[in-house]
């Protein structure tokens, strides 16, 4: 029986998807709307696979969803989709209303009718709900990181959403008993990122002689999580999570944003030297802060490693270095989806930080 997985167009499901097809011969339905973020091309060495079927269609369409399980009878599900950008949820949080929220309940509610068809006993399926650690909130300097029993304070409107489609992935475990596991990952990074988020907008704007935006004083801590491990730790809870229980994924590697564009800086330096000679840094600017910024997520990833034996195995170092080079070597993959929609929203939302 397949994995369906929801969203495998964007970057943390596209790179789950290919990940999952070394891995596995067990097939890979991927339903994704294609938005902005969505890239088909990310799939494309897979496209001729008779592992992999595409279906183009949107969570919050019931009917079409009913008739997905119906047809291809999934074993698990693997919910990715979701509008994830925090200052796109600012400018139009609706948006992410609708998919965050109404679509999970969809799929939940799929999900739920599906199982109680008797097309997969109960007990053999799985909804693994991909989630994010800004349902949290922000943390002091001084705080212990955030573990699966740290209260639900989210500031964005995205975080809003994930944190209410959280609620909802639980409830649906309680009241229905539909076999849900849920993650609580910090800030991916890696190939096939959409670059609207930090690193890849650095890479873009850098290597075409563009300023640097750095919200605020630059010192907002995350904690960076390398995708491919992202995907282990998915592998990993799918297979041997409790239903019912929440499994924070973190990469062990907690940076300043300021840290994060200086070290990026670095290695374009080393790897890709500016025709001038002059260090990428020089194009670092300090720009008005966003309004609701968190100042610092850190994740306990301590249940994970000690329930289930996952640990992540890049450093921040590694991983980064990883992620330039492979930037580096896929320029037309970046060229080709920062342009359209992208190009609309940097003009309208970074026109002050040119």
């Known amino acids: 029986m397949p994995v369906l997985v929801t969203g495998g167009c964007g970057f943390i499901g596209g790179n789950f998807v290919l990940d999952w097809l070394k891995q596995s011969d067990e097939p890979i339905i991927n339903l994704d709307k294609l938005t902005y973020a969505a890239n088909p091309a990310t799939l494309k060495s897979v496209e001729g696979s008779p592992s992999y079927t595409f279906v183009h269609g949107d969570i919050t369409d019931g009917a079409l969803l009913a008739n997905v399980f119906a047809r291809y009878k999934p074993r698990a599900v693997v919910h990715f989709a979701a509008e994830s950008h925090v200052d796109r949820s600012i400018a139009n949080p609706e948006a992410f209303l609708a998919t965050n929220v109404f679509g999970t309940y969809h799929l939940l509610q799929a999900a739920r009718e599906f199982v109680k068809s008797g097309a997969v006993p109960v007990d053999e399926f799985r909804f693994l709900h991909v989630s994010t650690d800004e349902v949290y909130g922000t943390l002091e ?87 491919g491990d992202h995907c282990s730790a998915i592998r990993t809870v799918l297979q041997s999570g409790r239903p019912g229980q929440t499994y924070n994924v973190g990469g062990c590697n907690q940076r300043t944003n300021l840290e994060v564009v200086h070290t990026l800086c670095s290695l374009l330096d080393e790897l890709s030297p500016d025709a001038s000679g002059e260090p990428y840094s020089r194009l670092i600017r300090h720009v008005t802060d966003r309004p609701g910024h968190d100042r610092r997520y850190a994740i306990d990833a301590t249940k994970i490693e000690r329930e289930l034996g996952w640990t992540p195995t890049e450093t921040f170092s590694t991983g980064l270095r990883r992620t330039v080079e492979w930037y580096l070597q896929h320029q037309q993959w970046v060229e080709e989806i920062a342009s359209g929609e992208y190009l609309k929203w940097v003009g309208q939302n970074y026109a002050d930080r040119q």
Do not use: M
Not at 173 to 179: F, V
């Open 141 to 227: 300097p001084e705080d212990p990181a955030f573990h699966e029993d740290t209260p639900f304070r989210p500031n964005s409107p995205y975080a809003a959403s994930k944190a209410s489609s959280d609620h909802l992935a639980r409830a649906w475990h309680e009241t229905y008993g539909l076999p849900v596991l849920i993650t609580n990952c910090s800030n991916n990074y890696g190939p096939y990122q959409f670059p609207e988020k930090l690193i890849p907008l650095v890479l873009h704007r850098a290597l075409r002689g563009e300023t640097l935006p750095v919200y605020g004083d630059g010192k907002q801590v995350r904690d960076w999580l390398y995708v």
